[in-house]
């Protein structure tokens, strides 16, 4: 007891401060490499530390002189090695410490504009069977990513994406780059992702798109050629099977979440009706007939036209 009352009497409120800041700062290191190539690396720097301790405890003079030589030299090299991962936490730390949000927040109609498109554009080339990688900037800047492509400066649209991702079109192969409400380039180079991913699971596309969003903040949507489904990335994450609503809201959300909520209260209000729905009313017309003319069922079966094939498919998607 006298041994845990003097522990105890010599830990302040400092010290336990001190423990927990360092434990955060452990573990905010290890899950920035956590997937990533930088493991092995760690795993090898950690098997020399060994290796020296067991020198030092063994007395092998030799091997611990070696390894103090080289010890000057692993620490420029530990630089040039983990020189992604570097790079990666200190555009965290600055993420942090800006304040761009609170100065210059992203408009309303604006993040409304960039979501509607996207996700419209999206859906359109899933449908065709066209493959396509569009990478949003958020605060971290791309210029330099899309100084590798082709400049466009272009006002955004669905048709256009289309037609940047058309397979006849020299530019289709890259991705486009998108800056506020203007498509900034298209064509670019991203670079590969460092994650460990399943090669038979994903293509070329979302590898890209994880290279991209595990150095910045950016948001990309990937199209798969193979499979035509949509998938949204962002810090290395990865959201398949999105439909076109679920892609709106999901990139509303990330651009400005004030704005998602309002999306989600005009969704809310929308499917609700006055009157029956069209599966209502076909259903009795299916009734009226097998009744026959007389009853008040008639009416209702003159009423009801014969439904298009693109109606049936509207109704079905509002249904569901």
């Not at 452990?26 to 290796?51: D, M, Q």
């Not at 006849?168 to 670079?191: E, M, N």
């Not at 499979?227 to 651009?255: C, F, H």
């Not at 599966?279 to 017309?285: E, G, P």
Request: hydrophobic share 45%; with cysteine.
């Amino acid at each position: 007891m006298p041994l845990i009352q003097s522990v105890l009497d010599k830990v302040g409120p400092n010290n336990v401060a001190d423990v927990a800041i360092t434990a955060l700062l452990i573990y905010w290191l290890f899950s920035l490499i956590r997937g990533t190539r930088a493991v092995r690396l760690v795993v090898g720097v950690c098997l020399l530390f060994l290796v020296y301790g067991a020198a030092l405890t063994f007395q092998l003079k030799l091997l611990t002189v070696i390894l103090q030589t080289g010890a000057y030299v692993g620490l420029f090299a530990l630089v040039v090695v983990f020189q992604p991962e570097l790079r990666r936490a200190l555009d965290r730390i600055g993420r942090l410490g800006s304040l761009g949000w609170l100065i210059s927040p992203a408009e309303q109609s604006t993040v409304i504009h960039v979501a509607a498109e996207v996700a419209s554009a999206a859906e359109r080339l899933s449908r065709e069977g066209h493959g396509a990688l569009i990478v949003i900037e958020r605060e971290t800047g791309l210029q330099e990513i899309a100084e590798n492509g082709v400049m466009l400066h272009a006002d955004l649209s669905a048709d256009l994406l289309v037609t940047l991702f058309s397979p006849k079109t020299p530019l289709h192969d890259g991705a486009v780059v998108i800056r506020g409400d203007q498509i900034l380039a298209a064509g670019a180079l991203l670079p590969s992702a460092e994650t460990t991913i399943p090669v038979e699971r994903f293509g070329t596309r979302h590898k890209a798109a994880l290279g991209i969003t595990e150095t910045t903040d950016a948001i990309v949507v990937v199209v798969s050629e193979e499979s035509g489904q949509m998938s949204l990335v962002e810090r290395a994450r990865i959201v398949r099977n999105l439909d076109e609503p679920k892609l709106t809201r999901s990139l509303a959300a990330l651009l400005h979440p004030q704005t998602a909520g309002g999306l989600l209260l005009q969704e809310g209000a929308a499917p609700r009706r006055v009157g029956p729905s069209f599966r209502q009313l076909a259903r009795r017309a299916r009734f009226g007939r097998r009744r026959g003319p007389a009853g008040p069922s008639a009416n209702v079966r003159g009423d009801v036209r014969p439904p298009r094939s693109d109606d049936a498919s509207g109704e079905e998607k509002a249904s569901s």
